[in-house]
Structures are given as C-alpha cells and as structure tokens.
C-alpha cells in the first residue's frame, strides 16, 4: 500500500527483531523512518541498511527508553527535526525468566518502565496530535502473552496485558469520537528475535523447539503493516497463535499458567 509524501514512521526498538522488520517494510513503501533504540552502531547499521535498500530519509534518536524521562525526551528531540509523525509503532520491550521472589526488583522496574510506561507516554503525546489533525496511526507491539498468566515471566506478561487492554481502550475511544486515528495492537507468539537471549531464556523449552514455534520477524512485520493499514484492532499473526488464544479464553487460569509454565522451563534433552 503507498502512502502520501513525506509521510514518517517512528519505531521504538527499531535495530533488531521485529522493529527492524517494520522499519524495513516501512521503508519499502517509502516511508521516512524515525529510528530509536539503545545501541548507537546499531543505529548507524540500519540507517546504512535502510538507505542502500531504500529511496527514504532516516533519522535515528540514541535512547534508553527504560530511564526516566526518556519519551518525552525523544518527541522533543523529534520536534527539532520539524517532522511530523504519521504512524508511531511502539515496539521496544524486553522480558526476564526468573522467578519473581529471585528477579532484583530494579529490573523489574526497568522492564514494566520500557514496556509500559515509555509506550504508554509516547502514544499520549502523539495521539493528541494525530487527533488535532484527525490523521495518523499506532502500532502497539502486545503478544499472545498478553492473553494468559505466565509463570517464570510473570511481569512480562502483565506488561503485555497492559499493552493488550490499553490499546483496545483506546481505540473505543478513538471510535466514539469519529476519529481518524487508529490503533492497532500486533500480538505475536514466540519470534526469532534476540528477546530470549537478553532475557535469559536460551535454554527453555520455547527456544529448543523454536522450529515448530518461532516465526520469522519478518513475516510478523508483514502481517502488523497489513493489519495496521486496515485499521485492525487486535492482530495475532500465524493460525496456531489463534487457536492458542482462544481455547485459553475457556479453559481454569490455574491451568492455563501450567501450560504455559513448560514453554519457560529448562529443556531437558
């Protein structure tokens, strides 16, 4: 699908997995990218990736989006390019194996600080232009996590419960009041990305059977641009990740959180 001219696109966590998918695709529709992520070289990495692939311009913000301030450091930063943003896709997120009573409360701090709070400020901000000007879209990165309890990454999957139901919320209310602007949550299920080694997971069932499990970031990409483009409210990308959700809408929450429990335990072989 094209889009108008000088049309932008900001992802958050844009230099790996799924981030880096959509900057690509976004890009391949000729998007401008606003780029921000941690990592400075990577930073530079995808602009060189996205501008040898692509006719687009790319801006790129270094930032921690986990410590204070930071969102609305970044929407100043980007004030000070005088662009304005059409579609905001949050897409930084991490998780942390571990069992609650052992993970140092700093880093769950850190986590539900990245997951929800820096999503949650963002959109704020851009919503209220994109809703002056009656124009825009966000893509909120969820995950079939957010539909179920999951022992062993306890407050991952509550950050994603959060970003499941605020989005939803959202977009009522976005809906009520005639607004142009959509909101769409994309919410995979396990995807090849490096979210299970930053997060401790390398050796657990999910990632030793990542062959039957694991989508491509890619493919996730390509299915969050299309369903954002529609104006979806919820996606779930891949058949199975949509028969997991809703058989685990009427089955005990008891046994839901065991189900899911195995997919973090340690693999034995």
């Known amino acids: 699908m094209e889009k108008n001219e000088k049309q932008t696109v900001l992802i958050t966590g844009a230099t790996s997995g799924i981030g880096r998918a959509l900057a690509n695709k976004f890009a391949s529709n000729g998007y401008d990218v606003i780029a921000v992520a941690r ?137 009520d009041m005639d607004s142009a602007v959509t909101v769409t949550c994309l919410c995979p299920g396990p995807t090849d990305t490096n979210f299970f080694s930053r997060g401790d997971m390398e050796n657990t069932n999910v990632v030793a059977h990542k062959d039957k499990l694991m989508e491509s970031p890619e493919k996730v990409a390509e299915e969050g641009y299309d369903a954002l483009m529609k104006g979806e409210r919820t996606h779930i990308p891949g058949a199975s990740n949509k028969v997991m959700t809703f058989t685990r809408r009427i089955i005990p929450k008891s046994l839901q959180s065991k189900i899911q429990k195995k997919f973090y335990e340690t693999h034995e072989e």
């Open 39 to 175: 990592n400075e070289d990577k930073l530079k990495e995808v602009t060189e990736e996205l501008q040898k692939k692509h006719n687009i311009e790319v801006f790129t913000i270094q930032k921690d989006l986990a410590s204070d301030g930071a969102a609305i450091e970044v929407y100043n930063e980007v004030k000070q390019t005088k662009r304005t943003v059409n579609i905001l896709v949050n897409d930084a997120g991490m998780g942390q194996r571990g069992k609650f009573v052992d993970i140092p409360k700093e880093k769950d701090s850190e986590l539900i600080h990245l997951n929800v709070l820096a999503l949650t400020q963002l959109t704020k901000l851009y919503a209220k232009e994109m809703v002056e000007r009656d124009e825009g879209r966000i893509l909120n990165l969820g995950s079939v996590a957010g539909f179920q309890p999951g022992p062993l990454l306890a407050v991952y999957h509550a950050t994603k419960a959060f970003v499941v139901s605020f989005s939803e919320a959202l977009a009522t209310e976005l809906e």
